[in-house]
């Protein structure tokens, strides 16, 4: 294993033996991603690595987790962020031609942004393992393009019964009054780590915090978020086929992504010699 580079560029690597080797960003037959995870890096800092890593690690099932060595695994990728600059790497388990795989890519991070615009999701929930983080990454990552095309940025996808459940990239919540809500826990949807962090410093303040099942158009006049590890907290500023305006409390926003900030901690320190 070798330090990572003074100019580091964006690059894919497989994790073979007891080494991640770089490889060409292509397949020659098809791949499927049974588990995935990613974080934010800003200057060699992240927030949340234990728990990125917790959800990943326990992602995959036990028979595929006896046949790697996963923990060398991510060792080996955390070793591999750069300590400058901003990142959005990337952790894959895949299967390709009837073996696992583990992929790690550096990925340089796109710009961040403090605000964004909903679409309610109205066709089939293109979902197949609602729970697990991977499987659906690129049937999501569809959804929100398709978002795009529309002129919103992310889509939210809503049960059967119109609830909601979460973004195609997101996990969502809102405000009533001083109650922090979220989209009932029965709802099945990816564990966010972020809405998780959000909640656990609510509940440190004393905040209190609501399951709800609710209609997107049922929060008219609300403060809308919007969480994920790469943007953090945004607002949501408009929501098509949701409600017809929503709300910003003045300061609320710049403190809690002040609050995420804080807890940003130093990458583990890289140990040249080892290995």
Do not use: Y
């Not at 690059?11 to 499927?32: I, K, N, Y």
């Not at 609300?222 to 607002?235: D, M, P, Y």
């Not at 949701?242 to 609320?252: D, F, H, I, K, Y």
């Amino acid at each position: 294993m070798s330090a990572p580079s003074s100019a580091p560029v964006a690059t894919t690597s497989l994790w073979q033996g007891d080494a991640l080797v770089a490889r060409e960003d292509c397949d020659v037959a098809p791949a499927v991603i049974e588990a995935a995870d990613s974080w934010l890096v800003e200057d060699g800092t992240v927030r949340g690595l234990e728990l990125h890593r917790s959800r990943f690690m326990t992602s995959i099932p036990r028979s595929r987790a006896r046949e790697l060595d996963l923990d060398a695994f991510w060792d080996a990728a955390i070793a591999e962020l750069p300590r400058t600059g901003s990142w959005f790497p990337r952790v894959e388990l895949r299967e390709q031609l009837g073996a696992p795989q583990l992929l790690f890519r550096l990925r340089e991070a796109p710009a961040l942004q403090r605000s964004l615009i909903l679409t309610t999701h109205t066709g089939r929930d293109p979902r197949t393992a609602p729970t697990v983080k991977g499987p659906d990454l690129a049937a999501m990552i569809r959804l929100r393009t398709l978002a795009q095309t529309h002129g919103a940025d992310e889509a939210v996808i809503v049960s059967p019964e119109g609830w909601i459940v979460e973004g195609s990239t997101t996990s969502i919540c809102w405000w009533r009054g001083s109650t922090l809500c979220i989209p009932d826990r029965t709802l099945p949807r990816v564990d966010g780590v972020t809405l998780r962090t959000v909640l656990a410093l609510a509940t440190a303040l004393g905040i209190e915090i609501s399951e709800e099942r609710t209609m997107p158009d049922e929060l008219d006049e609300l403060e809308v978020w919007a969480l994920n590890a790469l943007h953090g907290i945004r607002i949501v500023t408009a929501w098509q086929g949701g409600p017809a305006s929503t709300a910003e409390e003045p300061g609320r926003l710049s403190r809690w992504r002040l609050r995420l900030d804080a807890l940003r901690r130093p990458l583990p320190a890289f140990d040249e010699d080892a290995g």
